[in-house]
């Protein structure tokens, strides 16, 4: 049987990085609108463009994962019926002519 995990893990360091970069970007993005020299509608308007974008970028990442998944579920799929093709098959055995 094939050995590969079913769901392949990301590490600790990496989430970690992940979210001290999404913060960091959004938490500079947030003072940058905060301190902008300009009306309170235009800072209004940035606030609600950058949450259309971070809602966006968590439904853009679902799908990217999904996909991904879904690849990887089609790839076990065609592991296991290649194993069991190779099961059924004896290579060693020797035909009569």
Do not use: N
């Amino acid at each position: 049987m094939s050995s590969t995990p079913l769901r392949p893990r990301t590490t600790t360091a990496f989430f970690v990085q992940s979210a001290i970069s999404f913060a960091l970007s959004l938490g500079a993005t947030v003072i940058g609108i905060a301190y902008l020299r300009e009306s309170g509608w235009v800072r209004g308007f940035l606030a609600i463009g950058m949450l259309y974008v971070v809602t966006s970028s968590f439904t853009l990442a679902k799908c990217v994962r999904d996909r991904q998944e879904e690849g990887a579920l089609v790839s076990r799929v065609d592991q296991a019926r290649l194993d069991k093709l190779l099961a059924e098959q004896d290579l060693l055995r020797v035909q009569d002519h």
